[in-house]
């Protein structure tokens, strides 16, 4: 009865009155005392409702999925309910509103916890007792798209905190954020189990299933970016207590999320781009646990650099170079230094055949001498390849021979054994990995593909 005067507002308008109210109570950081108070207290009176009406919304929802779980119940009629459906789309938008909220001042951290909290206990609780009427009613069900609708709009929540709030929560509180990622990329791995044994019983909008891979590589890139702000010891719970690694989650959460991606997913705008950000930002932050991945997960991390660097869009292709830059120079350093690098992954394919790097370096030769592409990659590549050089110096030069020798052409031959030459010798180049090596290799990269590609 309480929101019967507001019936007639969509749930848009909804999320942006509340934005609006709980903006007007902003108050500094440095207010008066019984200032913060009182606009504490006006917060709670517009907060405390929301999160009663949540509970109610909630409840009826995991009761429902525990009656079809337990096959007590054979219909689902929540989701049929339209004033269901019409609070669970209000309040999600009124919570994304809280969500832009949190700027600055005692109002960002109020509603920051007050999103936390409701977050991890019954948000994402939500999808994953939405994935219960998917499995239970099947793929064709009205009831069950309802129930794909549900997780995507929890996951959109989920990802809106991570972007715009997650590099202002407090480390203290990050716990339960990690713990509703986790939560959300679980939901994701059960949802396509199912969807994958049951290809046949009905067709997933490729569509919608684009955007929600897209929105999991967008908070599994961010998550990495908060961590690296981090710089203290204690990011637990209460007295350190049932701490998340955040490491673990985006690791496990990319391993989770690359089999859901084809190369007909990587055609939708958007999911490309970022799934190149994401492994730019995997290797850079993370570079010793990537290459400990199994080989199950580390060859698709391969077969996704080599597609990348063949790929036309000069974002991805440009991200692609740079992963490899990072990959290679991590092997190398670490590797001088007395480490393993990438150890076991290094040769996947067999002791007796091209190492990785070896392979990716050919994949970047390939890419300078014949693919057509935009000048502003050149450098990039130059930089991939240079890392990947420096890291494979004894077989690039029979790398460089078997080049010459595939050549039946004897001018061409003479050509290209010139450019190689002047590749690794002119302007005072020298085989490291550092600013005035890449500077160098930059330039002779230049002048190499002037002269290969005529």
């Known amino acids: 009865p309480a929101w019967a005067p507001l019936n007639e507002l969509g749930p848009e308008t909804h999320g942006s009155l509340v934005e609006i109210i709980l903006k007007s109570l902003y108050v500094q950081r440095d207010a008066l005392r019984e200032h913060i108070d009182a606009a504490q207290q006006r917060f709670a009176t517009v907060a405390q409702p929301l999160a009663e009406r949540l509970g109610i919304v909630a409840a009826q929802f995991f009761q429902e999925a525990e009656a079809l779980q337990s096959k007590s119940a054979r219909v689902a009629r929540v989701l049929e309910d339209p004033r269901w459906a019409n609070d669970f789309a209000r309040l999600r938008c009124m919570f994304s509103g809280i969500i832009r909220t949190a700027d600055d001042g005692p109002l960002a951290q109020w509603s920051r916890r007050f999103v936390i909290e409701n977050m991890a206990t019954k948000w994402v609780e939500m999808a994953a007792a939405a994935v219960v009427y998917v499995t239970k009613l099947g ?102 207590q049932d701490q998340i690694s955040v490491v673990a989650v985006v690791l496990q959460g990319t391993q989770l999320v690359f089999p859901l991606i084809d190369q007909k997913l990587l055609q939708y705008e958007g999911v490309a781009e970022q799934l190149y950000k994401l492994l730019v930002t995997l290797i850079q932050c993370y570079p010793e646990q990537v290459t400990q991945f199994q080989g199950s997960s580390f060859l698709p991390l391969v077969n996704a650099l080599e597609f990348g660097v063949k790929d036309h869009r000069v974002v991805v292709a440009r991200a692609a170079f740079e992963a490899i830059a990072a990959l290679a120079d991590f092997h190398g350093s670490h590797t001088r230094q007395g480490g393993a690098g990438l150890a076991g992954n290094l040769r996947p394919w067999g002791p007796s055949k091209p190492s990785v790097l070896l392979h990716l370096l050919q994949q970047v030769f390939n890419f300078v001498v014949f693919q057509t592409f935009d000048s502003s990659l050149l450098n990039p590549a130059a930089n991939a390849m240079l890392a990947l050089i420096v890291c494979e110096q004894e077989a690039f030069g029979p790398m460089v021979d078997q080049i010459l020798l595939s050549q039946s052409d004897a001018a061409q031959r003479e050509r290209l054994s010139r450019a190689f030459r002047a590749l690794v010798q002119d302007n005072g180049f020298q085989p490291a990995y550092n600013l005035q090596g890449r500077r160098a290799f930059q330039k002779n990269l230049l002048a190499f593909a002037s002269e290969v590609r005529g």
């Open 139 to 240: 793929l064709t069900s009205p009831v069950s798209v309802a129930a794909r609708g549900i997780i995507s709009d929890i996951l959109r929540l989920v990802g809106q905190y991570v972007h715009d709030q997650l590099t202002m929560t407090p480390a203290a509180e990050l716990n339960p954020v990690w713990r509703s990622c986790d939560r959300i990329l679980q939901v994701f791995k059960q949802l396509h189990s199912y969807i994958s044994a049951n290809r046949s019983s009905g067709k997933v909008d490729e569509q919608e299933w684009a955007v929600d891979v897209l929105e999991l590589l967008r908070m599994l890139t961010n998550m990495p970016e908060r961590d690296a702000l981090d710089f203290s010891e204690d990011t637990g719970g209460e007295n350190g």
